[in-house]
């Protein structure tokens, strides 16, 4: 996971689901790279296109290379990650372009920001693989049980047809 401060950080660098986005100028604004857009979990997806008066569809749609006319933050493909690369950047363009200076408040370093950052981000991880560890082992345990019934059921057919030839295990064994 990356934390995304200003148009520099993607020089080379393309955006990974769970990376954190920071814009600011006047105020930070922090979002959450999802699979077809970016989240910001404080307030409303579309919160820094209204900040810099832009037609967020008109501009996603521009640099995404497609139509995108859904969400407060408009989507993009299913994990077409090059184009909300695309777009972050050219709002990181835009946000010095509005503010004048290639220096803003986004590149300073913000220690403790980017501490709680990682935290969340590292909280959010063993979250989502406890989950998926639960399900694999939910899943696990279904199979096992369903194996397990069905070996008793092949159990007790054998007993019963022990019973019914009147033979021992032994027996039974050489039998099969």
Known sequence: ???????????????????????????????RVADTHL???????SKIFKALDIERYEFCTKHYGYESNCGDWPECDYVDMAALTRVV????ININHEFGTEETKMEKPN????????????????EKETEIKAQQYGSAMKEF????????SYRKQADELKDKLGITTNEMKELF
Do not use: P, W
């Open 111 to 126: 220690t403790q920001l980017e501490k709680n950052a990682l935290a969340k981000a590292k909280a959010d991880a063993i």
């Open 39 to 45: 989240v910001n979990e404080s307030g409303s997806n």
């Open 145 to 152: 049980i369903q194996v397990e019934r069905e070996a008793r």
């Open 1 to 31: 996971m990356a934390i995304i401060k200003c148009e520099y950080d993607l020089l080379s660098y393309k955006l990974h689901i769970g990376d954190i986005v920071i814009f600011g100028a006047n105020e930070e604004i922090e979002y």
């Open 89 to 92: 950047r050219a709002l990181y």
